[in-house]
């Protein structure tokens, strides 16, 4: 099994936690689902507000892997000064890089993200870059001193699955010893397993839980989709054929 | 002395970043700073002195995917 920055993950689904109708929902979805990993944020908080604070003690909680991210960060500068602010705020090094470049489809800016991605990888961050499935983006940000890759599956928050499943077994092949993980677009379980069934170590999925209408059985439902599409995929499925093959033997059926 | 603290213009007795945390009631809170888009450490907010005009941001964990 492939480690995170010499971390072995007790589950493949990393899981958000934006959205959610409570935090009592939220915890729920957590426990239910065997999620390893939480994604978080860093926003504004001053004068009375608490809304972090007891957010920050709801996630403790969790006893899950924490990932900050820098989610809507356009410039380099804005994800590097978020990056550090996280870092110190939940004390590790790891940070999912988030910068992104176009307005409508949340499409990551492959420019800015390498950039940002060289920057913290010297100052000691361990990077998870969300990018896309671009092959030279992503022999750049390994080069860059990333030691995982997120590619997204489909833009933030739509739910449409595996947009180049051609592009994403590509990715796999070309990086053997890369752990890959789908950061967004997934809307089913279903999508969930079906990355994994291409070898992929980990989904990151928030709103198709989230915004489930019971938000604590899809997080069981993915839990248990990644379990299964990591099984198949060790388990070497067999080769798809365009002609019908029988199952049943031919040899000793009756002539009537 | 004016400021701005996360986009809101402030008037503040404060002189160093430490000072302006207990103004805004966030001395002890679990906050991370920035002044004028530069990360500014815990370690580095008592001596760092604030100056008109600054722009100051103060984050705290939130929600994400």
């Known amino acids: ?256 | 002395m004016k400021i701005t603290v996360n986009g809101a213009a402030v008037e503040t007795a404060a002189t160093t970043l430490a000072q302006l945390l207990v103004e805004q009631g966030k001395a002890t809170a679990k906050v991370a700073t920035a002044v004028n888009e530069a990360f500014v450490p815990t370690s580095a907010r008592d001596t760092h002195a604030l100056a008109n005009g600054d722009r100051v941001e103060i984050v705290a964990p939130r929600q994400g995917g």
Not at chain 1, 32 to 46: C, K, L, Q, W, Y
Not at chain 1, 81 to 103: C, P, Q, Y
Not at chain 1, 108 to 137: K, S
Not at chain 1, 192 to 202: N, P, Q, T, W
């Open chain 1, 1 to 256: 099994m492939r480690k995170f920055y010499g971390v072995e993950l007790t589950s493949p689904l990393m899981l958000g936690t934006s959205q959610y109708p409570s935090p009592a929902v939220l915890a729920e979805a957590f426990r239910r689902s065997g999620a390893s990993v939480a994604t978080v944020s860093v926003r504004r908080e001053a004068g009375g507000d608490t809304a972090g604070q007891d957010f920050w003690a709801l996630i403790e909680q969790l006893g899950v892997a924490i990932l900050p991210n820098t989610a809507g960060c356009h410039s380099v500068k804005e994800a590097v000064t978020t990056a550090h602010m996280a870092r110190e705020l939940f004390d590790t090094t790891w940070i999912k890089l988030e910068v992104i470049g176009h307005g409508d489809s949340l499409q990551p800016d492959p420019f800015n993200t390498l950039e940002a991605a060289r920057i913290l990888c010297e100052d000691g961050f361990e990077v998870f870059p969300y990018c896309t499935e671009d092959l030279v983006l992503c022999e750049r940000l390994v080069e860059a001193g990333c030691e995982v890759l997120m590619p997204w599956g489909a833009p933030i928050g739509t739910g449409l699955g595996l947009n180049n499943i051609f592009g994403l077994r590509a990715l796999r092949a070309q990086f053997p010893d890369i752990p890959l993980v789908i950061d967004a677009g997934l809307g089913l379980p279903s999508q969930a397993a079906h990355a994994m069934e291409l070898g992929y170590d980990a989904v990151l999925l928030n709103t198709a839980v989230a915004k489930a209408g019971d938000p604590a059985a899809m997080a069981d439902a993915f839990g248990k989709a990644v379990v299964a599409g990591r099984l198949a995929y060790a388990a070497d499925p067999m080769e798809p054929r365009d002609m019908a093959a029988p199952s049943t033997p031919v040899l000793g059926q009756a002539i009537l």
